[in-house]
């Protein structure tokens, strides 16, 4: 869990929030039902009204998913590749129907039944392009219903600003009451530009981010799983998924392949043990002609 926009959000509420205190106000001072509503309805209403309202339902469907933002390494995506890569050159391809059984991942496990059920590599290739582009564009509709809401929301701030203002017009004979009155108009506004640059944009990026996280790890796995598919060698296929990979990502989460550690999501097995026995021998036989 990567809590970036949680902890964001927060600690520029907190820096506002200390503003005022210090400023000697009070926070109640901002928080008015009227301006509140107005901007905050309002500019969800004309999202959905920019939009569908299948848009609208994929949009909070993703929320939860930009706070939690949920990542897998890519090194943990590398090992678990390699390892597959072991399986099939040692058990042949048809092994790996009893690997995708075991594995969680629904785009993995679809790549590796279809090359146990022989797919041909371009007709798969194609396959998983499609698929991969499918989800982005499903992920940057739900972005940009939150970055939309963002564009909205400032001007919507204007509108309840204005309305506020000629109500304070039409109260011109009460000159005591006018300072809270203006104060209070320019609430409006407040919220508006609060929520477009504290919520909605952020969300937005956030979601845009994911999902180019996201389309890097099925491209890793797409690329792996053809390589094993075309019977690469397991070294050589990780180090070819490790430069696809920025080292900055490689140095967060860990060496991979170098360190011989198996992937998280299953367990060493005999036919792994026997590529890297394998392999080993390879190594022996070339010094030794050497």
Same mark, same amino acid.
């Given at each position: 869990?990567?809590?970036?926009?949680? !902890?964001?959000?927060?600690?520029?509420?907190?820096?506002?929030?200390?503003?005022?205190?210090?400023?000697?106000?009070?926070?109640?001072?901002?928080?008015?039902?009227?301006?509140?509503?107005?901007?905050?309805?309002?500019?969800?209403?004309?999202?959905?009204?920019?939009?569908?309202? %299948?848009?609208?339902?994929?949009?909070?469907?993703?929320?939860?998913?930009?706070?939690?933002?949920?990542?897998?390494?890519?090194?943990?995506?590398?090992?678990?590749?390699? %390892?597959?890569?072991?399986?099939?050159?040692?058990?042949?391809? $048809?092994?790996?129907?009893?690997?995708?059984?075991?594995?969680?991942?629904?785009?993995?496990?679809?790549?590796?039944?279809?090359?146990?059920?022989?797919?041909?590599?371009?007709?798969?290739?194609?396959?998983?392009?499609?698929?991969?582009?499918?989800?982005?564009?499903?992920?940057?509709?739900?972005?940009?219903?939150?970055?939309?809401?963002?564009?909205?929301?400032?001007?919507?701030?204007?509108?309840?600003?204005?309305?506020?203002?000629?109500?304070?017009?039409?109260?011109?004979?009460?000159?005591?009451?006018?300072?809270?009155?203006?104060?209070?108009?320019?609430?409006?506004?407040?919220?508006?530009?609060?929520?477009?640059?504290?919520?909605?944009?952020?969300?937005?990026?956030?979601?845009?981010?994911?999902?180019? $996280?996201?389309?890097?790890?099925?491209?890793? $796995?797409?690329?792996?799983?053809?390589? !094993?598919?075309?019977?690469?060698?397991?070294?050589?296929?990780?180090?070819? $998924?490790?430069?696809?990979?920025?080292?900055?990502?490689?140095?967060?989460?860990?060496?991979?392949?170098?360190?011989?550690?198996?992937?998280?999501?299953?367990?060493?097995?005999?036919?792994?043990?026997?590529?890297?026995?394998?392999?080993?021998?390879?190594?022996?036989?070339?010094?030794?002609?050497?």
């Amino acid at each position: 869990m990567d809590p970036a926009t949680l !902890v964001g959000i927060v600690i520029a509420f907190g820096a506002l929030f200390a503003m005022i205190t210090l400023e000697g106000s009070y926070v109640s001072s901002i928080l008015l039902p009227a301006p509140m509503i107005l901007v905050f309805v309002a500019t969800i209403a004309v999202g959905i009204a920019g939009g569908t309202i %299948q848009d609208a339902l994929l949009a909070f469907k993703s929320l939860p998913r930009a706070f939690k933002g949920k990542t897998t390494p890519p090194t943990q995506i590398i090992d678990q590749v390699v %390892q597959l890569a072991e399986t099939a050159r040692t058990s042949g391809l $048809l092994s790996l129907e009893q690997e995708a059984d075991n594995v969680n991942d629904p785009f993995l496990r679809g790549a590796l039944q279809n090359i146990a059920d022989g797919t041909d590599g371009d007709e798969l290739r194609m396959l998983l392009e499609d698929e991969i582009s499918t989800r982005a564009r499903s992920d940057r509709t739900a972005a940009k219903f939150f970055t939309s809401l963002g564009g909205y929301a400032p001007t919507i701030g204007i509108v309840g600003t204005v309305v506020s203002l000629t109500h304070v017009l039409e109260n011109l004979d009460t000159p005591d009451t006018l300072g809270p009155m203006i104060a209070a108009a320019f609430v409006a506004t407040l919220w508006g530009l609060l929520s477009a640059n504290f919520l909605w944009l952020p969300i937005g990026s956030r979601l845009k981010r994911l999902s180019d $996280l996201e389309v890097d790890r099925m491209t890793l $796995l797409m690329e792996g799983a053809l390589a !094993v598919q075309s019977g690469s060698q397991p070294r050589l296929l990780g180090e070819r $998924l490790r430069a696809m990979v920025s080292a900055e990502a490689l140095n967060k989460s860990g060496k991979s392949g170098k360190s011989g550690k198996p992937a998280k999501s299953g367990k060493t097995t005999k036919a792994g043990k026997a590529a890297q026995t394998s392999d080993e021998n390879d190594d022996t036989d070339i010094f030794q002609a050497a």
